[in-house]
């Protein structure tokens, strides 16, 4: 008599059951839907909710979901999802489960967490790139703040041979995307040149790495290893700004690469007039190709960046939370997608609807948000304190020169630091009309684009309101 695979699942529920307490079932398992099973590829699909799910039980769940699926079907069964990316439009998308590490033994990786001076460079197509194949160009979301380091990482990663833009140094405040974009480049690579040797490391981890070959004695080949790479990818080089000894292993293989043609892409929290401590050698050779500047997105930006999510993970989320989350999460791509996870989770294990009040409590316990935000009152102290002035003078109607640039700089970083109309900014600061602001940004904005002191005289009081918080 043959064995019907759904009742098997529900064996399965039953066992997963009595190992997770009673909420971690109804969340996690519960909602799991049984689809198929293939009896010639011993294959069992499973239907998930949403992406996030998905995720979820891949991370911590997966060993206990094998040992259950080989207890119960064959010893060597897959696990395999679909999962529910638009439940508007009922899209799915399936996906193979991962091997998880306690089931089978897995195959050494021959990067990583190990230093590559052990790897065997006869057989260079075996290396683990260490890319994240979920951070790639298609959830890359393009905004004003992102299109030049986009563009260019795209163009990189389709024509990987051309010396334009080489090395690029990507820059940027954490969580605004740099780590996502400089993946992106590298799995895009991959894709359209699979016998490329691309690797992706972070500065700490290279550290680590070199400091072991240095015990071993086998810096030659650490070195050797990576001058084989064709696109090296190295993340948050700011941690090596105190580490002379790997700078200066990181220059001779700089050299071989850049000489040899080869894709360097780097990324830190600063750009490289701002590495002090890094040796000058290296910091011109960071400079030589392409420094892009990535930023925080703009309000517009998170909005589309939110709706994106929501819509790969199948969610139902109001227009008016999403604006308010994209609102109030300091531009970090890293905390609107937090929020995100996070009103998921409290929904499913409270059984709630997202509604502004859920995200708002959310937010608290997720993101840092400024308690005290700027306020008009703020910047103009700031501002007359930098031109040595006094804001009864500057809100006066005097036409000095000094006065007159502490008044347009004061509604421009208002404009750019608060959410005031024009009209309110411009009664706050000298009883102005809102037309006077708008003229005193237009002016404040070309002066920054033609003026490199003015430029650095406006960063010295922005840097002032971030000391201040």
């Not at 996906?95 to 052990?118: D, H, L």
């Not at 389709?158 to 140094?169: A, L, R, V």
């Not at 316990?365 to 308690?371: C, E, I, K, L, T």
């Amino acid at each position: 008599m043959s064995i019907n695979p759904r009742a098997q699942w529900d064996s399965c529920l039953e066992i997963i059951r009595e190992n997770v307490t009673e909420q971690q079932f109804n969340t996690w398992f519960k909602p799991i839907a049984f689809q198929s099973y293939t009896p010639a590829t011993q294959t069992l699909l499973l239907q998930v909710p949403s992406m996030f799910v998905y995720e979820y039980l891949e991370e911590n769940y997966v060993d206990l979901l094998m040992h259950v699926l080989q207890r119960t079907f064959r010893k060597h069964v897959k696990l395999a999802y679909t999962v529910v990316t638009d439940k508007t439009n009922g899209i799915t998308q399936n996906i193979e489960g991962e091997e998880p590490a306690g089931i089978n033994e897995p195959q050494a990786k021959t990067a990583g967490n190990q230093s590559p001076s052990v790897l065997d460079a006869a057989k260079p197509q075996d290396i683990d790139p260490q890319l994240n194949p979920r951070q790639t160009f298609d959830n890359f979301i393009e905004g004003d703040s992102n299109k030049l380091p986009r563009s260019v990482g795209l163009s990189i990663a389709e024509h990987p041979k051309t010396t334009q833009f080489n090395p690029m140094f990507i820059y940027g405040p954490s969580g605004c995307g740099k780590t996502h974009l400089i993946n992106a480049i590298g799995v895009r690579t991959k894709e359209l040149y699979p016998e490329k040797r691309v690797l992706y490391v972070s500065a700490r981890l290279f550290q680590v790495q070199y400091t072991n070959a240095q015990l071993q004695n086998k810096i030659n080949d650490f070195i050797n290893f990576y001058q084989t790479i064709d696109v090296l990818i190295v993340d948050d080089v700011q941690e090596w700004m105190t580490a002379v000894k790997t700078q200066d292993t990181f220059f001779h293989i700089f050299n071989h690469l850049f000489r040899n043609g080869k894709r360097i892409i780097l990324a830190s929290d600063r750009p490289p007039v701002d590495l002090k401590g890094m040796n000058e050698r290296l910091l011109t050779r960071f400079a030589c190709g392409l420094i892009a500047e990535l930023e925080r997105p703009n309000e517009q930006l998170c909005v589309d960046i939110l709706n994106s999510k929501i819509r790969r993970d199948g969610l139902h989320i109001p227009a008016d939370v999403v604006e308010f989350i994209a609102k109030t999460a300091n531009g970090s791509v890293r905390d609107l997608e937090g929020v995100i996870n996070s009103l998921l989770a409290y929904s499913i294990v409270y059984n709630g609807k997202i509604d502004v009040r859920l995200a708002e409590r959310v937010i608290k316990r997720a993101v840092n948000v400024d308690d005290r935000p700027l306020t008009v009152d703020d910047i103009l102290e700031t501002v007359c304190n930098h031109f040595n002035v006094s804001p009864s003078a500057v809100n006066g109607r005097s036409r000095r020169h000094e006065l007159v640039v502490a008044r347009q700089v004061s509604m421009y970083l208002a404009q750019k630091y608060t959410k005031m109309t024009a009209a309110r900014i411009g009664k706050l600061v000298g009883n102005r009309d809102h037309s006077t602001v708008i003229h005193s940004c237009k002016t404040v904005e070309r002066q920054l684009q033609v003026d490199k002191s003015f430029s650095e005289e406006l960063q010295s009081i922005e840097n002032s309101f971030r000391i201040k918080k």
